[in-house]
C-alpha cells in the first residue's frame, strides 16, 4: 500500500507536473486544440523559433566566432542590432546559434526522458507491488537533485559540455515522466472501459496499445512541452555556472556570463538580448503546454 | 404555465397581491414567474422558465423530475445559491415568510440557514471533511445566534440526538468519514435545523442512500416536520417518495411545471401526459414481471438447459495493513453462492451496497478470480484455463457495466467500438462484414446507422446503455450480467432499455444475471430471486414467491423500505423499519450475519443460536426452489405485517 | 497515524539511500581518476597514487561506498583544499547567509502568491489573464539574468540598489553574531544602520529568488482555489448562512493552501538551486556563491556536500510536509490500518 500511498499525498503539477485527463479522439482533437486561437498563436510562435535557430544563422550570414576588436562594445544599431561584445562579435549572429544550441540539447533531451520516463511509468504502473515501490523511491532519489544539480555533478563526473548538460536535463526528467505515465496508468487500470475490453478478450497488448497508450501520450506531451521550457532554462544556468556548453560556442547562458561585468557598468546589449531569447522560448512552450492542459483536462474546460 | 388552473390557496394570479400587503401567516415560501437562464445572453440555456411555487408551514411539498428538469436549479434561485454566471427573475417571491425581492444579499444570506435549512443529496461530499461534525452544527448555530461555544455545543449535541444519532456526545468529536452514509444524512439534517428554521429544502435527501437508510431518513423527515410544524420542499425524482411523504406534488419537465395537486390525485389521477406517461413507465414493486415470456407454466430445471451455475462461489480480497503490511484483513465480497439460470431465463440479484452482488457478477464473467468454488457457463467449466483459451471463451459470456459512459473508450467512435469484439474474435470475416454486423448490432438495439460515426459523450445516457448492450451481444452471448446497468437513467429511458432487455431475450434467448439495488425494477425483470446481504445469498427462488411471501427477515424488511408510488397502499402499508446500517464485511457478525439489525428475531425474543450458527440456505418442507437462510423462516409469516406491499393491485385500480 | 509515520519515514530513508547512492555513483565511480584530476596533469605517478591510496579509490567499489557512507553519518563531507577548511565547517559557518536569502524569498512569494492565486481564481477574468500572462513571464525568466537586469535598472541606472556584492557594506560593522542571520542579529543588538544597510542588499537577490517561486505559486494557489469552490460543501457553508469571506476563510483557503504544502518539497529544491545562481549573481557569501567559487577552482569536495545537503534537506522537508499533512487531513491522521 506504500506505493499508492504517495499518489494522493502528492499531486505533481506544477512547472513540470500535471494530471490529465484523456480527451476525445486523436488527431483530429489535437488539431481541434491546436485550433483554439490562443493555442494556434503560441504554435505559430514555436514554429518561428524553430525557423529561426535552423536557417537563421544562414541567412544573417555573419560569423558568430569573428573577433574584431575594432569594433568592440558597440551598442545596437542598423549593422548589429543587438550591439557587439568586448571582442566585436556580432550578438545578434551568436543569438541566433545560441538559439539552435537551446533548441537542439533541450529537444534531445526532452525527447530521451519523455520515452525512458513514459516506458518506466507504463511498467510500473503495470507491474505494481515490490518492484512499482523499489523503482518509485529511486525515481524520488532522482528528484532530490534538480536539474541544475545534477548538471553541477555530471559536469564534474564527465566534463562540461553539450552532452553533461543533455544527460543532466534528460535524467532528472525521467521520473516527471514516469510519474505522469504511471498515475495515468493506475487510474486507467480501474478505469470501466479497460475491464470492458478484458470482457470482450481483448490480450493485454492490444489493451495496452489501443487503449492505454493514447489516453497516456496526452500528458506526456504537456509534460514534454513544459519540459522543453526548464531544458532551456537548465541550460542556461548551467552556462552561466560555466558548467554547461563550453565558449567559444555561444549558448545564451555563457553569453549573458560573458557580459555580466559590462552590464554592471552599463554595456546591457550583451546580456539582455539572450535573456528575452530564453524568456520568449520558455514562455512559448510553457504556454503550449498550460493550454493543451487546460484542453485535456475536462475540469479546465468547465472553467468560467 | 397553471395548464390546469388548479394552484389551491392562490387568491387570484395577479402579481402583487403578496408584495403589496402583508404576507399571510402560514405562507413560508412562494414563488411566481422563476425564470434561471444559464450561458450567453444571446443563445440562453432556459433552465427554468415561469416556475410558480408554494409552500405553507406543517406540509411537504414535492417538486418531481428528471434529471435536467429544472427543480434543483429552482430550489437553489430560491436560495440564492447558483453559481455566478446563472441569472434569475421573479415575479414575486416569499422565503421562509419574508418578501425575498426586498431582501439584500446579506439578508438573504441570514435567512439561509436561520429561517431556511437545506439538505443535500450527498451527504459525504457537502459535508466539510477537515472539520469535525460537531463544529460543523456549532458553525451553523453560531451564525445566527450571538451564543457562547459551550452553549453552542450543548445545542449542538441536542440536535444530533434529535436526529437519531446514538451516543451524541462522543459522535460530535468524529470526522465525517468516520460516519456512515446514514448518519451523515442525519447530521446534515441536524445541521440543517439548527438554528429551526420554519421551512426545510431537502433536494434528494435520500437519493444517495442504500433503501433501507433511506426508509429511516424519511421517517426522520417526516417526524421532525410534524414534531416542529415545519413547511418541507422536498425535491426528488421517486415518486415512491412522494407517494410516502408528500401532501403536494409539483411535477416539473424541461424547466416548466406540468402539473400540480394532491399527492393522491397526481399519483392516481394524472392528467397531464408527461406524468402520465412517468407513472406508466415507473416500475412498481406491487406489479409482477409483465409477461412470463416463454415461462408458461414448464416445471424449472428439468426440460430448459442451464446457462450458469455457480457452486460454493467465493471471493476473498486480502488487504494489507499496518507499517510495513504484515497485517492482512480478509474481505469475504463473495461467500459460498450457490446459483442456477436457466438459459434464456433472468436471474435478479438484490442487495444494498456493500452486499457483494457486484463482485459476484465480476467472479461470473472471470474479471474477479474466485478464491474457492466454481463457475460453469454453458457447460464449460471456467477457471484455471490458459489466457488465450479463456479470452476465447468470454464470447459466451458479456458483461454490460452501470456507467455506460466509462464503459466506452472516449475515444473511439461508436462503430469502432462495436466492431472490436467482431475483429478480436474473427467472428465475420473481412472489414465488409463486419461493417454490416455493426449496422445489424445498432437496429438491435433500435439506433440508427449514423450512430457509427459518433463518439460515446455526443450521445444521451440511454442511447450510451444501448452502446454498451449492442457490444455485449456483438459477441452473440448465451449470458449477459447486468451490473446496475439501468440505475443511472431516468425512469422513462430505463422502461425503454428493460422493455429492450426483455424483447432481445425473447429473440436470442439470452440468460441475464440482473444486478440491482432497486427491487422494483428486479420483479419488472426476474424470473427468479437472489437476496444477497454480506456476501452470502440468504434468500433465493421464484420471483413471484419472494415478493408475494418473503421468507428472510431481510427481504421483508427491503421491500417493506421501498416506497410505493400510490398514496392509498403506502399508507396503508405496516412498515417494518430496519436500524443502523449494514455491517462492515471486512468484519460480518458471528452466527447469522443479520442477526444485529434483525427485527424478526427481536420479535421473537432474541434467540440465542443466531448469534452462535450460521443458517444454511434452505428450503421449504415441500421441497420448491423458494430457499431462505433464516433459523425461523417458517415462524415469519405470521409475524409479517399482513400489508407488506398494500393491498393487490386489483383493489385500487 | 503511527503506522503512517512509520511508513513515511522508512520511505524517506530509502530515498535518501537512493540519492546517496547517485551521488556516490556520480563523483567517484565516474570515468577518470579522481586523484589524478585532483593532483593535475603535472603530477607524479606516485603522488597520484599515494593520494590514491589515501583517498581509498583504489579499494572495491563496496567498500568505498561502505566508507563513504560512514563518514557521511558521522557528519565528514571532505575537504576543501581551496579554502583549506572541511567541507561541514564551511557549510555551516555560510548556511545563515543562505538560510536568510531563502527564507525571505519565500515570504515574500507566500505574501505575492496567497493574495494573487485567490483573486485570479475568482469571478474577474481580467485579473486571471493578468496574473496568468505574469506568472507565465515570471517563470519564464532565467533567475540569474532576472537578476541581473535589476541590477541593472536599480543599481546602474537608477542608483537606488547598493552595489551588488555580499549581504553588508563593508563600512558598516558587522553586528555581534548571534543567529548568522544579519536583520536578527542586528535588531538585537539595536544597530538599525546595520538592519537597514542589511536589508537594502537582501531586496533585490531575495525579489530575483522570490519572482518565479511566487509566479508557480500563484498558479498552484489559483487552482486549488477553484477545486475547492467547486466543493459541494461550500454551497452547505453557504446554506447554512455563512458569509462570502467566513466561506473564503473558514472553508475553502484551508483546503486550497494544502497543495503549496504537499509540494513544499519540490519548490525548496528549485529554492536551493536558484540560490546557487542568484548567489552567484549578487556575491552573497553563502553556500550557493562558495559552490559556484568551487566549481570554477575544480574543487570537488564542496560540491559534492552541496549535493548531499540539497537531497537531504530535500527528504527532509517532503518528510515533514507528508507528516503535516497528516496532522492537517483528520482522513489520514485517524485511519486505522
Given amino acids: 500500500m506504500s506505493a499508492t500511498m504517495r499518489e494522493p499525498l502528492r499531486p505533481a503539477p506544477g512547472p513540470h507536473g500535471g494530471r490529465t485527463a484523456p480527451a476525445p479522439g486523436r488527431g483530429r482533437r489535437a488539431w481541434a486544440a491546436l485550433g483554439a486561437a490562443g493555442l494556434r498563436a503560441v504554435a505559430m510562435g514555436l514554429v518561428a523559433f524553430l525557423l529561426l535557430a535552423l536557417v537563421g544563422p544562414l541567412l544573417w550570414g555573419k560569423d558568430p566566432l569573428a573577433v574584431d576588436l575594432q569594433s568592440a562594445l558597440q551598442g545596437p544599431s542598423g549593422t548589429h542590432p543587438f550591439g557587439t561584445d568586448e571582442l566585436g562579435r556580432d550578438v545578434f549572429a551568436r543569438f541566433l546559434v545560441g538559439a539552435r544550441i537551446s533548441l537542439a540539447v533541450g529537444v534531445c533531451a526532452v525527447f530521451c526522458s519523455s520515452v525512458v520516463g513514459t516506458l518506466i511509468g507504463a511498467f510500473t504502473g503495470l507491474v505494481g507491488g515490490p518492484v512499482d515501490a523499489v523503482i518509485g523511491r529511486a525515481l524520488d532519489g532522482v528528484l532530490a537533485f534538480p536539474a541544475l544539480i545534477m548538471g553541477m555533478a555530471l559536469a564534474v563526473a564527465m566534463g562540461p559540455g553539450a552532452v553533461s548538460v543533455g544527460l543532466a536535463i534528460a535524467v532528472t526528467g525521467v521520473p516527471w515522466y514516469a510519474r505522469t505515465v504511471r498515475s495515468e496508468v493506475l487510474s486507467l487500470r480501474s478505469r470501466e472501459f479497460i475491464d470492458a475490453q478484458r470482457v470482450l478478450g481483448a490480450p493485454t497488448g492490444h489493451i495496452l496499445i489501443r487503449h492505454v497508450l493514447p489516453s497516456v501520450l496526452g500528458g506526456v506531451a504537456v509534460q514534454a512541452s513544459l519540459g522543453i521550457a526548464y531544458a532551456v532554462l537548465a541550460i542556461a544556468g548551467l552556462g552561466f555556472l560555466g558548467l554547461g556548453i563550453q565558449p567559444p560556442t555561444p549558448e545564451w547562458g555563457g553569453m549573458i556570463t560573458e557580459g555580466r561585468t559590462y552590464l554592471i557598468s552599463g554595456q546591457w546589449w550583451m546580456s539582455i538580448f539572450p535573456g528575452l531569447g530564453i524568456l520568449a522560448l520558455v514562455t512559448l512552450s510553457m504556454a503550449l503546454g498550460e493550454g493543451l492542459r487546460d484542453h485535456l483536462d475536462p475540469h479546465g474546460k468547465l472553467r468560467r | ?653 | 497515524m503511527a503506522s503512517f509515520v512509520v511508513r513515511r519515514v522508512l520511505a524517506t530513508l530509502a530515498v535518501l539511500f537512493f540519492a546517496s547512492l547517485i551521488a556516490f555513483v556520480l563523483l567517484r565511480a565516474a570515468p577518470g581518476d579522481p586523484a589524478r584530476k585532483l593532483l593535475g596533469p603535472q603530477a607524479s605517478e606516485q603522488a597520484v597514487s599515494a593520494l590514491r591510496a589515501d583517498m581509498g579509490v583504489d579499494r572495491p567499489l563496496l567498500q568505498q561506498y561502505g566508507t563513504y557512507v560512514g563518514d557521511l553519518a558521522t557528519g565528514d563531507l571532505g575537504y576543501s583544499w581551496r579554502t583549506r577548511t572541511t567541507v561541514t565547517a564551511e557549510l555551516t559557518a555560510r548556511l545563515p547567509a543562505t538560510l536568510e536569502l531563502a527564507m525571505t524569498a519565500m515570504a515574500i512569494a507566500l505574501l505575492l502568491a496567497i493574495p494573487i492565486g485567490v483573486l485570479s481564481a475568482g469571478r474577474r477574468r481580467w485579473v486571471d489573464r493578468f496574473s496568468r500572462a505574469g506568472a507565465i513571464v515570471g517563470l519564464g525568466m532565467p533567475q540569474f539574468w532576472l537578476g541581473l537586469v535589476l541590477i541593472l535598472v536599480f543599481f546602474t541606472w537608477l542608483g537606488i540598489a547598493p552595489a551588488p556584492f555580499g549581504r553588508i557594506d563593508d563600512t558598516v560593522a558587522m553586528p555581534a553574531r548571534t543567529t548568522g542571520l544579519l536583520l536578527v542579529d542586528s535588531l538585537i543588538a539595536g544597530d538599525f544602520a546595520a538592519f537597514g544597510n542589511a536589508l537594502s542588499h537582501l531586496v533585490l537577490p531575495a525579489l530575483t529568488l522570490a519572482i518565479p517561486l511566487a509566479a508557480y505559486l500563484s498558479r498552484i494557489v489559483r487552482r486549488s482555489t477553484i477545486d475547492v469552490y467547486r466543493n459541494d460543501y461550500v454551497r452547505t457553508a453557504r446554506a447554512k448562512g455563512a458569509s462570502e469571506t467566513r466561506v473564503l476563510f473558514r472553508h475553502a483557503l484551508p483546503n486550497a493552501l494544502l497543495p503549496i504544502l504537499t509540494l513544499s518539497g519540490m519548490w525548496f529544491g528549485e529554492l536551493m538551486a536558484g540560490a546557487l545562481l542568484v548567489e552567484a549573481v549578487f556575491n552573497w557569501p553563502g553556500i550557493g556563491g562558495w559552490v559556484a567559487q568551487s566549481i570554477q577552482a575544480q574543487d570537488y569536495a564542496p560540491v559534492q556536500g552541496a549535493i548531499l545537503l540539497g537531497a537531504l534537506v530535500y527528504s527532509v522537508v517532503n518528510l515533514v510536509t507528508d507528516l503535516l499533512y497528516g496532522v492537517v487531513d483528520p482522513r489520514i491522521r485517524l485511519a486505522t490500518t
Wanted: glycine share 10%.
Fill in chain 2, 1 to 653: 404555465m397553471n395548464r390546469n388552473g388548479s394552484i389551491p390557496a392562490v387568491p387570484g394570479s395577479a402579481a402583487g397581491a403578496a408584495t403589496a400587503g402583508e404576507i399571510e401567516r402560514d405562507l413560508l415560501l412562494r414563488v411566481r414567474g422563476l425564470n434561471v437562464a444559464f450561458g450567453p445572453a444571446d443563445d440562453p440555456v432556459r433552465a427554468v422558465r415561469g416556475v410558480d411555487l408554494d409552500v405553507r408551514a406543517g406540509e411537504v411539498v414535492a417538486l418531481v423530475g428528471e434529471s435536467g428538469s429544472g427543480k434543483t436549479v429552482s430550489a437553489l434561485a430560491l436560495l440564492g445559491l447558483l453559481p455566478a454566471g446563472a441569472r434569475v427573475s421573479m415575479d414575486e417571491a416569499v422565503l421562509a415568510g419574508e418578501d425575498r425581492a426586498a431582501m439584500s444579499e446579506e439578508e438573504l444570506r441570514l435567512v439561509r440557514g436561520a429561517r431556511a435549512g437545506t439538505v443535500f443529496q450527498d451527504p459525504l461530499s457537502s459535508l466539510n471533511p477537515v472539520q469535525r461534525i460537531g463544529d460543523q452544527i456549532v458553525e451553523a448555530i453560531r451564525l445566527h445566534r450571538r451564543i457562547g461555544t459551550r452553549e453552542a455545543r450543548r445545542l449542538a449535541v441536542a440536535r444530533l440526538a434529535q436526529v437519531g444519532i446514538p451516543d451524541p456526545q462522543r459522535r460530535f468529536r468524529d470526522y465525517p468519514h468516520q460516519f456512515s452514509g446514514g448518519m451523515r444524512q442525519r447530521a446534515m439534517i441536524a445541521m440543517a435545523l439548527a438554528s429551526a428554521p420554519p421551512l426545510l429544502i431537502a433536494d434528494e435527501p435520500t437519493t444517495a442512500l442504500d433503501v433501507t437508510v433511506q426508509a429511516q431518513i424519511l421517517d426522520l423527515i417526516q417526524e421532525l416536520q410534524r414534531e416542529l410544524s415545519m413547511g418541507v420542499l422536498l425535491i426528488t425524482h421517486d415518486l415512491g417518495v412522494v407517494g410516502r411523504v408528500a401532501d403536494r406534488v409539483v411535477v416539473m419537465n424541461r424547466g416548466e411545471v406540468v402539473e400540480r395537486g394532491e399527492t393522491a390525485q397526481i399519483l392516481s389521477r394524472p392528467s397531464d401526459p408527461y406524468t402520465i406517461r412517468l407513472l406508466e413507465s415507473l416500475p412498481r414493486l406491487d406489479v409482477a414481471k409483465r409477461a412470463p415470456a416463454a415461462a408458461g407454466g414448464e416445471p424449472d430445471g428439468a426440460a430448459r438447459k442451464v446457462a450458469l451455475e455457480t457452486a460454493g462461489l467465493e471471493v476473498v480480497f486480502s488487504r494489507r495493513g499496518g507499517a510495513i503490511g504484515r497485517k492482512v484483513t480478509n474481505v469475504r465480497a463473495v461467500d459460498d453462492v450457490s446459483l442456477t439460470v436457466g438459459a434464456g431465463r433472468t436471474l435478479g440479484l438484490v442487495g444494498e451496497s456493500g452486499c457483494g452482488k457486484t463482485t459476484l457478477g465480476r467472479a461470473i464473467v472471470q474479471l474477479a478470480d474466485a478464491t474457492a468454488g466454481q463457475v460453469t457457463i454453458g457447460g464449460t467449466r471456467l477457471g484455471g484455463e490458459r489466457a488465450r483459451r479463456l479470452r476465447d471463451l468470454r464470447r459466451h459470456f458479456q458483461l454490460v457495466f452501470q456507467d455506460p459512459q466509462a464503459s466506452l473508450d472516449p475515444r473511439q467512435r461508436i462503430g469502432r467500438i462495436l466492431e472490436e469484439p467482431l475483429a478480436l474474435h474473427d467472428l465475420c470475416g473481412g472489414r465488409e462484414q463486419r461493417r454490416r454486423r455493426v449496422v445489424e448490432l445498432l437496429e438491435l438495439v433500435g439506433l440508427g446507422t449514423e450512430f457509427a460515426t459518433r463518439l460515446p459523450h455526443e450521445l444521451s445516457g440511454g442511447q450510451r446503455q444501448r452502446i454498451g448492450i449492442a457490444r455485449a451481444l456483438a459477441l452473440e452471448p448465451s449470458l449477459i450480467v447486468l451490473d446496475e446497468s439501468v440505475s443511472a437513467l431516468d425512469v422513462a429511458i430505463q422502461a425503454q432499455i428493460l422493455a429492450l432487455l426483455e424483447r432481445l431475450q425473447q429473440e436470442l434467448g439470452i440468460a441475464y444475471v440482473f444486478i440491482s439495488h432497486d427491487l422494483a425494477v428486479v420483479r419488472q425483470i426476474a424470473d427468479t430471486v437472489a437476496v444477497m446481504y454480506l456476501g452470502r445469498v440468504v434468500e433465493s427462488g421464484p420471483s413471484e414467491q419472494i415478493y408475494r411471501e418473503p421468507r428472510h427477515p431481510y427481504t421483508a424488511a427491503l421491500l417493506s423500505a421501498v416506497p410505493i408510488a400510490d398514496v392509498a397502499r403506502e399508507r396503508a402499508r405496516e412498515r417494518i423499519v430496519l436500524h443502523g446500517d449494514p455491517p462492515s464485511p471486512a468484519d460480518p457478525p458471528s452466527g447469522c450475519a443479520f442477526h444485529t439489525r434483525c427485527w424478526l428475531r427481536s420479535r421473537l425474543g432474541d434467540p440465542e443460536i443466531c448469534t452462535t450458527a450460521r443458517p444454511a440456505l434452505g428450503g421449504r418442507a415441500d421441497g420448491g426452489q423458494h430457499r431462505a437462510a433464516c433459523h425461523f423462516s417458517d415462524r415469519q409469516a405470521e409475524l409479517l405485517p399482513p400489508s407488506l406491499l398494500g393491498a393487490t393491485r386489483g383493489a385500487s385500480a
